[in-house]
Structures are given as structure tokens and as C-alpha cells.
């Protein structure tokens, strides 16, 4: 089975990570790492509205460094010249998702441990948690062992959501 984490560098914003920890729960993420001590300022306004983090650590980090494994690819997300666009990006088996803080870039000390920086095609950068939805959207849109069944889209949709849809003719 393969493992994914994700590292936000110095993020500012508690509504932002709110939303990472919901797209990690939604996307089978291990665990979510913050480096920087902003996040923790802004804490109290997290919007963590299915308590993902109940289920997922939230673990404080100091360098990318000590993530560094063998058997698992450190991939940062940035608009930076060089990157691959993710339509090209093969997903590793087993990776580390890097990304910037909302109001700056990923260092060139973190990027030297990083084995790939893949970026999303939009016009203009995307904010931090759509972010990381869309990249691990593409990993499960690419997967070859994604369950598509009625019985996983009944088993995870919303308790209130009882609508159903028959094609017309």
C-alpha cells in the first residue's frame, strides 16, 4: 500500500490547513507536517469541519531533511521554472508533497531534498489547500487501484445525500 504525507512550509493560515486536513482525509494521507510557527498563532481558526485531525497527525517539523527515505520520493509543488507540469507528473508509489506558504515560495534549501517539483497549469497560483486537492486529485485520478464502485460512492458520500440519477434514454 503506498503512503502519502504532505509538508506545508510556513503556512499562515488556519482555514487553509483546515482544509489540507479534510483533502488529507479524502485522499488517504498518513500524516500532514507544518514547518514555522504561524500556523500555530492561527490555530483556533481552523476549518476542520469533518475533525480530520482527529484521524490524521498534524505534526510540527523542522526540516524537510529528516523525511528523507529511500523508498520515498519528496516532491515539492511550486510555479517555479524547471517544475513539470502535474498532467506529465508520474505519482511515486510512496511520496512527500511539498508546498510553499500562501505568501512565498519554497526555499532553495528545502527544493535540494526534493527529487521532483511538479506544478499545477492554472493562470496564476491557486490557494494552498485547492492546491493540495488537485495534486492529490491527480494521484487518485491516475492510480490503477481506485475503487469506482456503487458500493464506495454509497459508503462515502455525505450521510444526508440520498439523491440518486438515471440517465435519460
Known amino acids: 500500500m503506498s503512503k502519502v504525507q504532505v509538508v506545508l512550509i ?4 488556519a482555514t487553509n490547513v483546515g482544509g489540507v486536513m479534510r483533502a488529507a482525509g479524502c485522499y488517504g494521507v498518513e500524516k500532514v507536517h507544518h514547518t514555522g510557527n504561524r500556523y500555530g498563532f492561527a490555530q483556533k481558526f481552523a476549518t476542520d469541519t469533518k475533525q480530520r485531525i482527529d484521524e490524521i497527525p498534524l505534526c510540527a517539523l523542522e526540516n524537510v531533511e529528516t523525511l528523507v ?8 509543488v511550486e510555479l517555479i521554472d524547471g517544475a513539470t507540469p502535474l498532467p506529465h507528473f508520474e505519482h511515486p508509489e510512496n511520496a512527500i508533497y511539498v508546498l510553499g506558504p500562501e505568501d512565498g515560495s519554497i526555499r532553495k534549501d528545502v527544493l535540494k531534498h526534493c527529487d521532483d517539483v511538479v ?7 491557486m490557494n494552498l489547500a485547492a492546491t493540495v486537492n488537485v495534486v492529490l486529485y491527480d494521484r487518485l485520478a491516475k492510480a490503477t487501484n481506485t475503487d469506482y464502485s456503487r458500493e464506495f460512492l454509497l459508503q462515502n458520500r455525505d450521510n444526508n445525500n440520498r439523491v440518486t440519477f438515471k440517465k435519460k434514454n
Open 119 to 125: 506544478y499545477v497549469p492554472t493562470v496564476g497560483c
Open 69 to 76: 527515505k529511500s523508498d520515498t520520493k519528496i516532491i515539492a
Open 10 to 13: 510556513n503556512p499562515k493560515s
